[in-house]
Structure formats: structure tokens, C-alpha cells
């Protein structure tokens, strides 16, 4: 006589497969998540442009992994875009953005401080923006050597002329000598890039003014009438 299964017994050992199986599908889901954790993190890529613009190459940046060269390319493009956004003044909503989002999180807290000491400083935030003004950087035609120079030991030249027009259509060209130090957290070794979320989005290598100082006799262009 051949053996039956009866039905209890069948379907409980179908419950027993549907179980087994849920369980492994839901520990291979825990694996994915726990690797994939945190599951918002910023991710460091640079878009290297050497000679045209159809010769774009884009390389990741991992703190176990870059090059001298492209750390000291992207040092030198946090230095100009600092320059720019601190020194170009547009409407009161424009400037004061870039002060805030720019110029505050990539200065440590003893450059915003004289910073936020200049007259231009205070005009802009008490929403006081000078009508006959508007001033913005240019790098090119300052001097016979480079716009930035690596002065090493974290300090860097900066030549700029900072070109203002007043309501008349006058322009007024002013050069600059500038002196900063900047420090990063690639100083503190490759594990300094694992920083807080909220201070990578916005300065990745976690690169801060130290030091900001004029050289060539004048006052800080934000410090004019």
C-alpha cells in the first residue's frame, strides 16, 4: 500500500519552505542595507577640463585614493571661488547669500569674525546696500605671475582687480594683493575626510580660510566707503 501524505502534513511542510525561504530573502536584505548604510552620503568627484571642453574626464576621490596634483587644483579653485564670493557685491539678497553659504562655512571663526567687522559687511546685513555700487572680481590681466601662488606651508598669493561701477556707468579698477592661509581636513591625515553630512555637503574636503590679510598697502576693499 503506497503512502499517502495527508493534507495537515503537506501543508505544513510548505509553510516550513515559505518560512525558510522568507528568512534567508530577509537576511540578504539586512546585508544590502548595512552595506549600503548611511544610505544620504556626499560622494567627492572631480571634473578635470585640461584642454577643451569635449575633453572631460571625471574621477572619483576616495580618502584612501587621490593625487597630489588634483588636491592642489581644487585648493587653488576653493581660494578663487572664496575670493569671488566674498568680494563681489550684486543686490542685497545675492551678496548676503554668498556670504553666508560661502564665505562663512569655508572661514574659520576668527577670519569671519574681522569679516563680519568691515562696513560693507554691516550695510549689506542691515539691508543697506550701497545704490551706486556694484563690484566683481577679475583674475585675469593682474600681474605678469600667475593669480595664485603657492607660497607652501598653506599659504597662497591671490593678485586680483576688483572692478566696481557706479550708477553713472563710471568704473573704478583696483588691484589686489592678498595674502591666505588655508588648512583642510586632508591635513589631519585621509581619515579627515569622514566628516559630518551636513559639513561635507557643502566643503567635502573640509577646507577653511585660516589667515586672510591685504599686502600690497591697501585696506580690505569690503572696509571702503
Known amino acids: 500500500m503506497s503512502k499517502v501524505v495527508e493534507p495537515p502534513v503537506l501543508l505544513s511542510r510548505a509553510l516550513v519552505f515559505v518560512l525558510a525561504t522568507s528568512v534567508v530573502v530577509l537576511g540578504m536584505l539586512i546585508f544590502t542595507l548595512f552595506k549600503m548604510t548611511p544610505l544620504v552620503r556626499p560622494e567627492v568627484f572631480f571634473v578635470l577640463n585640461e584642454t577643451s571642453a569635449s575633453n572631460v574626464t571625471i574621477k572619483p576621490m576616495t580618502p584612501d585614493n587621490y593625487d597630489a596634483a588634483t588636491i592642489e587644483n581644487y585648493r587653488r579653485g576653493f581660494i578663487r571661488e572664496y575670493i569671488i564670493a566674498r568680494n563681489t557685491l550684486e543686490s542685497v539678497q545675492l551678496t548676503t547669500d554668498n556670504w553666508e553659504q560661502v564665505v562663512k562655512p569655508w572661514s574659520n571663526p576668527k577670519v569671519y569674525d574681522a569679516f563680519k567687522k568691515t562696513k560693507m559687511y554691516k550695510k549689506y546685513t542691515f ?59 586632508l591635513d589631519k591625515g585621509r ?25 600690497n598697502g591697501l585696506i580690505d576693499p569690503l572696509d571702503l566707503e
Do not use: H
Open 127 to 185: 539691508n543697506e546696500q550701497p545704490s551706486n555700487n556694484s563690484c566683481r572680481v577679475s583674475f585675469s590681466n593682474t600681474s605678469k605671475d600667475e593669480a595664485i601662488i603657492d607660497m607652501r606651508n598653506g599659504y597662497y598669493q591671490v593678485n586680483f582687480n576688483l572692478i566696481c561701477k557706479n550708477i553713472s556707468g563710471q568704473t573704478n579698477r583696483n588691484f589686489y594683493k592678498i595674502q591666505v592661509r588655508i588648512q583642510s581636513e
Open 191 to 215: 581619515s579627515g575626510l569622514l566628516g559630518n553630512l551636513a559639513k561635507l555637503s557643502s566643503n567635502p574636503l573640509g577646507i577653511q580660510i585660516t589667515e586672510y590679510s591685504i599686502m
